[in-house]
């Protein structure tokens, strides 16, 4: 089991609307108490190609729209622009986490750059990480077909009742940006490089599992999407690379110190043990020690190290899904300490105990709080400058931080396939009887108003995400429509009515004779109906005007007479 210092577990309490609204709460911020961490959360949509940047009072200080959906995560670099994990038009599986794409888009949408590692046998999935040097180390994908697994000591059995059989392997590969659409590949630790099996003693990788654990075993788990590794994380100071495994219930810690080559073998590296596994924590029963009852992992996502001069800074964070829990399901947020030594030398090594097994790390901090808290996939936590902790219940698209006993914050992702919701509509799942919602996110960040990815931006806030229904007819319209200002000619101010037959994204702007842009009258998402908007010329010529209307797939453009 993991091992306490000082068993510390967190119950939520009830959150209290921070604003009040006529209409019934149902997306949105539902807490902004006294206490949350200053700053500007990140919140990536699973279901909708969009991104949003949002303060404390959930209003939208910078929005992108994206031409695919999410691969798994976003995050804001340090120059301002988003990294990105997005789904590729080629992307061949329909596993969870598909992607095959990365992008880097400024803040203004405008995409920097873009790469996509997508063929018939391997795809980009899941999660990105940018390194300090300006590479990225991203999770793949790869095929293997049945001759290379009976090579590897699979066994066949396992292929017996399979119609069609398909193997997914992974990779870590680092990537380094060397033009508009192109990276080259600097780094990669192939998993398949490290596997040991006690089945077929004719294979050179024959062994026993439970004396190689640093080696993975190529017939535990099950076939298919074998290990799904759907979190990484890098931690500078060490070297070194945290893996979640989640179809394993682990998490493994590999050597990013050593070269491609040594990557591949057992020697070599600041730890010398070349691409190995130097440790792994969670399910030791897939290296063939223990049974259900050592399980202390069901499922986890997102690995992540707290930054060195936060809070508990050098330890990992874990989240533990708790799906297929023995006793109950429900979700758990670690903050652990990892057991390893130094030598008189200056040798790192991980710790082990005396049957085998790799020591488990000591618990310093987690939350549960079975009943309320509870997400089957994605997910994620974040430690924030304050001490608080930032967590995401990824099925539900609820964010909340955690303060000692307590949440001081709490929001809830307001878009869905279609687009945000209008506040007070149920949120609908993502089929018929299923737990997971369309407002689900993969993972959420906040970043402190000094973030340098802020530094020189207009964090004007411009209103909620979700939609406050503004339509004048009680029936909505079947048809895009644009109408003539009214009154027209006008001095100084004039009234713009359009009406739109389903909620979508609308720009409206004024532009001069001379096609200068003039005013925005409004950016932003509208519920189906007829909307109003006013233009003040106060301040402006005699003339001739334009207004154009842009959706998603419409455009209008009509004229007005400012008259003095």
């Not at 590969?173 to 192109?182: A, G, H, L, N």
């Amino acid at each position: 089991m993991l091992t306490r210092t000082a068993p510390i577990i967190i119950t939520a309490v009830v959150a209290v609307p921070a604003v009040c609204l006529c209409q019934e709460r149902t997306v949105g911020l539902f807490l902004n108490d006294e206490g949350a961490s200053p700053g500007y959360t990140l919140i990536a949509p699973h279901q909708h190609p969009s991104t949003y940047l949002v303060d404390l009072e959930g209003m939208v200080v910078n929005q992108w729209m994206h031409e695919f959906n999410i691969g798994s995560t976003t995050q804001l670099l340090q120059n301002g622009n988003l990294l990105r994990a997005s789904r590729a038009p080629n992307s061949w599986t329909t596993g969870g986490g598909r992607g095959g794409r990365i992008e880097e888009i400024a803040w203004d949408g405008e995409i920097v750059w873009q790469f996509d590692h997508v063929s018939d046998q391997y795809t980009l999935h899941h999660d990105v990480v940018a390194m300090p040097g300006g590479t990225i180390l991203a999770t793949v994908w790869e095929r293997r077909d049945e001759a290379a697994l009976l090579a590897a000591g699979y066994n066949p059995a396992n292929l017996a009742d399979a119609e069609v059989f398909e193997f997914w392997t992974e990779k870590i590969i680092e990537f380094k940006p060397v033009s508009t659409d192109r990276a080259e590949i600097v780094w990669q630790w192939d998993a398949w490089d490290h596997l040991v099996q006690n089945f077929d003693e004719s294979k050179a990788n024959f062994g026993n599992p439970s004396r190689k654990p640093d080696r993975i075993d190529i017939n535990s788990g099950d076939g298919g999407d074998w290990l799904h590794i759907n979190g990484i994380d890098y931690d500078e100071e060490l070297d070194i690379i945290a893996l979640s495994v989640s179809f394993f219930s682990e998490v493994w810690i590999i050597d990013h110190s050593t070269t491609v080559e040594e990557a591949k073998g057992s020697r070599g590296g600041n730890f010398n043990q070349g691409g190995d596994l130097l440790y792994r924590f969670g399910n030791p029963a897939m290296y063939g020690i223990g049974g259900p009852e050592s399980q202390t992992l069901f499922f986890n996502h997102s690995p992540l190290w707290i930054d060195a001069g936060l809070p508990g800074g050098g330890h990992l964070t874990v989240f533990d899904n708790g799906r297929d829990r023995p006793d109950m399901q429900y979700s758990t947020v670690y903050e652990l300490r990892l057991p390893y030594t130094e030598d008189y030398d200056g040798q790192v090594y991980f710790n082990i105990n005396v049957d085998g097994t790799f020591a488990e790390p000591e618990i310093v901090w987690s939350y549960t709080n079975p009943g309320t808290f509870y997400s089957n996939f994605i997910s994620g936590q974040q430690r924030l400058p304050n001490g608080n902790t930032l967590i995401a219940e990824g099925m539900t698209g609820r964010i909340f931080e955690i303060m000692d006993d307590r949440k001081v914050w709490e929001y809830v992702n307001p878009v869905v396939r279609t687009g945000p919701l209008e506040q007070g509509t149920p949120i609908p799942p993502f089929s018929q009887g299923n737990e997971r919602l369309q407002t689900a996110v993969y993972r959420s960040y906040r970043y402190a108003p000094d973030y340098p990815g802020l530094r020189d931006k207009d964090l004007t806030p411009m209103g909620t995400i979700e939609l406050v229904s503004s339509a004048v007819d009680k029936d909505l319209p079947s048809q895009w429509v644009l109408e003539q200002n009214y009154p027209n000619p006008f001095n100084p101010s004039t009234t713009i009515r359009f009406s739109v037959p389903e909620a979508t994204p609308v720009l409206l702007t004024v532009f001069n004779l001379l096609g200068q842009h003039v005013a925005t009258l409004y950016d932003g998402w509208k519920t189906a109906g007829t909307h109003s908007l006013a233009f003040d010329a106060t301040g402006k010529g005699s003339g001739v005007y334009t207004y154009r209307l842009q959706t998603g797939s419409h455009s209008a453009t009509r004229s007005m007479l400012l008259s003095r």
